[in-house]
């Protein structure tokens, strides 16, 4: 499973990296809890090796809304802002 989140990773951190060389002011994508996260709490990781893509292309996480998807599942939308 691994895989899958390193390809998460890689696909967020390459749009987040394009968008900050585009002169995107604003990155926010959306992020789906993984289906193997059945546990009440703790660590996402796939969430955190997300994150972490995004703050090396260059943003800072400005903002944290969660919210619920259509199956009940967690579904996260931070704000990054171009660091300045």
């Known amino acids: 499973m691994g895989w899958i989140k390193d390809a998460k990773a890689n ?15 604003y990155f926010v994508p959306r992020l789906k809890s993984p289906a193997t996260a059945h546990q009440l709490s703790g660590n996402i990781g ?4 997300m994150l ?10 400005q903002h944290w809304s969660v919210t ?10 931070p704000l990054f802002v171009r660091r300045q």
Request: glycine residues 10%; without cysteine.
């Open 46 to 49: 796939d969430w955190t090796m």
């Open 68 to 77: 619920q998807d259509r199956h009940g599942r967690p579904e996260a939308y």
């Open 11 to 25: 696909t967020l951190g390459a749009e987040a990296r394009k968008a900050f060389a585009d002169g995107d002011w």
């Open 52 to 61: 972490e893509a995004i703050s090396k292309a260059g943003w800072v996480l």
